[in-house]
């Protein structure tokens, strides 16, 4: 497979170590038909009347009934309060689910059960991701924390772990390396940071780059470049010279749920060296 630029002939790669499986995010229910949401992500065992759990698992918000639920619908609500979907429930039914995907409005959801044009009970929970940047490191240095591939290309990208503590999915779908790296995401390296259709992201089981990666609540994974940001290219970002140096970059996350951008600066040192197969490179955060 061939890299879509001019200096590199690579394979062009996004990457997304899908991860975990789904995780649930729970509103769990109590006496009065409010919600709540306990640290572990579970729903209280002991819950009361028609509704026993609401959880998002993966992109899914599922709502499970109790068996001798008399209910005959059920109607999900947006934060701006309009109608987002309503499930019919058929008799004997103890579950329903609403697709909300990676496109939806984060903010606090009511669910409504309903007999007839009456509503039984009426709770809420939130559904808002919130991503942030665990980890990131070169390939070069940490080879063991890269997908198994050949050693020359893993040693010009990079890893990112990624975390959400929120109780919403979100799609990471561009992966930028802006300021004071080899060959930068701007226009004096790969200039894709504009580019709608590229993302920057390498998924080693497909070995192709993708478009986004979906990241479930309460789940961590592990995301890689694809475009070679610490390849020493001619007319690059930086290069390496016969002194030390020290600068610093930007690693952005875009998204298309939560915050729109999510970045962390960090220090970058070269070793003084005019031959980049002997420059170390050395990565501190900010």
Known sequence: MTRNNPHLSRRTALQ?????????????????????????????????????????????????????????????IQPNGELSGKRDVAAGAQQVSFEIGTAYAPGEYQVLALKGEETVVETSLPIQPDLQIVEMGIGKNQPDQMWDGESD???????????????????????????DVPYPSGEEGTN????????????????????????????????????????????????????????????????RVGTPRISQTYDIQYSASEKSDTCEITIDEA
């Open 16 to 76: 997304t170590v899908a991860g975990a499986a789904l995780a649930g995010v729970a509103g769990c229910l109590n006496d009065n038909g409010g919600s709540g949401t306990l640290s572990d992500g579970t729903t209280s065992p002991d819950g009361t009347g028609p509704l026993t759990r609401i959880a998002v698992e993966g992109t899914t918000l599922v709502v499970e009934l109790s068996a001798d639920a008399d209910v005959d619908q059920v109607n999900l």
């Open 192 to 255: 894709y940071a504009e580019n709608e259709d590229v993302s920057g992201i390498y998924d080693p089981e497909t070995d192709t780059e993708v478009r986004e990666v979906i990241i479930a609540a309460d789940e961590q994974i592990t995301i890689y470049s694809s475009r070679s940001p610490f390849a020493f290219v001619p007319g690059g970002g930086t290069s390496c010279k016969d002194e030390q140096q020290s600068g610093e970059f930007n690693l952005i996350l875009e998204t």
């Open 153 to 179: 290309e893993i040693a010009e990208e990079a890893f990112v772990t990624v975390e959400n503590q929120g109780s919403g999915p979100d799609a990471i779908t561009k992966l930028l390396f802006m300021g």
